[in-house]
């Protein structure tokens, strides 16, 4: 170490000590928030993406870490409301297909997403029901567009058994989720931080009780963003003798 470093590390440390230990306590959260998980890129751009400026969905950041667990490669993927969620979703699920009702976004959108995704504008009151029309069942429908309540209506007809909806901003729509839980799926509610926003955001997955989809890794949960690696097992295997 040379005695410039020297200095430089001295002077940082006498700095750390004149900080107040919740002061750097807070520093260290919003850096987690604005660097890692990315708040601070979609602040700037406006428009839901990750500490790298990949394209994410407009969740509830514990729902978009537990959903990138989630081997999607085979499964089929229906969104009511189109946006950076269908850039995410194609990148990682067999297929694609999401509805809008915006033509101004739709246009947009179109310009954005794979050939492989199939994107149609429905502008008019048939928007909910345009699932029904589809002949096949889907293994993850995301309701995060116009009409949730007819929307979840006819999603519960076309989830297939082990699948899963998503519902956006949940706590905003009580009447919507009560339809969900009545079609007898399992609610779980993440709530926390989101891009762009600033309040706490909600979104709820609704399980097919024969829920199953696979990890992607041998391991899950995956060490997330502002996570520390475990350093040793910490009870995690069995001390019995035989």
Not at 63 to 92: H, P
Not at 169 to 179: E, Y
Request: charged letters at 25%; a neutral charge.
């Amino acid at each position: 170490m040379t005695i410039q470093s020297e200095r430089q590390s001295a002077v940082k440390k006498f700095i750390r000590r004149l900080i107040p230990s919740r002061v750097q306590a807070a520093r260290i959260c919003l850096k987690i928030l604005e660097s890692d998980y990315g708040y601070k890129n979609s602040i700037e751009t406006q428009s839901s993406v990750d500490g790298k400026g990949n394209p994410i969905p407009w969740f509830a950041y514990p729902a978009i870490e537990y959903i990138k667990q989630l081997d999607l490669s085979e499964k089929v993927i229906f969104e009511y409301g189109s946006g950076n969620s269908t850039l995410f979703w194609e990148t990682r699920a067999k297929r694609v297909m999401s509805i809008e009702h915006d033509e101004k976004w739709f246009n947009k959108m179109k310009t954005l997403v794979s050939p492989s995704t199939e994107l149609k504008l429905i502008s008019d009151n048939s928007y909910p029901d345009e699932i029904l029309k589809i002949d096949e069942n889907f293994d993850v429908i995301i309701i995060d567009g116009r009409c949730r309540y007819d929307c979840a209506t006819a999603a519960v007809k076309k989830l297939k058994n082990g699948g899963i909806i998503i519902l956006d901003d949940s706590d905003w729509f009580p009447n919507t989720t009560r339809v969900l839980r009545e079609a007898n799926l399992i609610q779980v509610d993440l709530s926390g931080f989101a891009p762009i926003n600033l309040h706490i955001h909600t979104t709820s997955f609704f399980l097919h009780r024969d829920f199953d989809f696979k990890p992607i890794y041998n391991e899950q949960p995956q060490n997330i963003i502002g996570s520390i690696k475990r350093p040793f097992s910490m009870g995690d295997v069995s001390v019995k003798n035989d």
